[in-house]
């Protein structure tokens, strides 16, 4: 019989698994280019299939695998609304989201290259899902598994 524990790490993991099928799915079939933050928030879902794999091999170190999942996803949910404020305008794009301002062009060669690369920005939404953009549907599953996560590792000695 599965407990809390196991079943919210199965959960996660295939939560994290479908996502990243459905990132490159938008990406590489529906040929929607994604932008750099974009990217990166595809970092902790990779993290999260590591974290859980690790656990079902070495569980006795369930608590810690716990705390890091926390940490991951407390950065996914920071990420993401830092890429929700750039998409929406309340922020300014930053470095991570540069679309090579010709600092490192020095021949028009690399000019041409520059231009043939379809780079998006961190403004642009480019995939929509019922009207919201695939950023926010991050913020709510990396705020959900956050809290969750951090209920279990609160729990975990009343359980145990």
Same mark, same amino acid.
């Given at each position: 019989?599965?407990?809390? !524990?196991?079943?919210?790490?199965?959960?996660?993991?295939?939560?994290?698994? +479908?996502?990243?099928?459905?990132?490159?799915?938008?990406?590489?079939?529906?040929? $929607?280019?994604? /932008?750099?933050? /974009? @990217?990166?928030?595809? @970092?902790?879902?990779? @993290?999260?299939? =590591? &974290?859980?794999?690790?656990?079902?091999?070495?569980?006795?170190?369930?608590?810690?695998?716990?705390?890091?999942? =926390?940490?991951?996803?407390?950065?996914? *949910?920071?990420?993401? +609304?830092? $890429?929700?404020? &750039?998409?929406?305008?309340?922020?300014?794009?930053?470095? +991570?989201?540069?679309?090579?301002?010709?600092?490192?062009? *020095?021949?028009?060669?690399?000019?041409?290259?520059?231009?043939?690369?379809?780079? =998006?920005? /961190?403004?642009? +939404?480019?995939?929509?899902?019922?009207?919201?953009?695939?950023? *926010?549907?991050?913020?709510? &599953?990396?705020?959900? &598994?956050?809290?969750?996560?951090? !209920?279990?590792?609160?729990?975990?000695?009343?359980?145990?």
């Amino acid at each position: 019989m599965l407990n809390n !524990k196991s079943l919210f790490l199965n959960l996660i993991l295939l939560v994290s698994f +479908v996502a990243l099928m459905s990132a490159f799915f938008i990406e590489y079939i529906l040929g $929607h280019q994604p /932008c750099n933050l /974009c @990217i990166l928030e595809r @970092i902790p879902y990779v @993290i999260a299939i =590591v &974290i859980i794999l690790l656990n079902y091999k070495f569980y006795q170190f369930e608590k810690i695998f716990l705390v890091l999942l =926390v940490i991951v996803f407390l950065t996914a *949910t920071i990420l993401s +609304v830092y $890429h929700f404020g &750039i998409e929406q305008g309340f922020i300014e794009e930053s470095l +991570v989201c540069d679309l090579k301002n010709g600092s490192e062009v *020095t021949s028009k060669e690399e000019i041409l290259k520059q231009l043939q690369e379809q780079k =998006v920005s /961190c403004k642009d +939404v480019t995939f929509k899902i019922f009207g919201l953009s695939l950023t *926010t549907y991050n913020i709510v &599953i990396s705020i959900l &598994i956050t809290i969750n996560a951090l !209920k279990i590792y609160l729990n975990y000695a009343k359980s145990k």
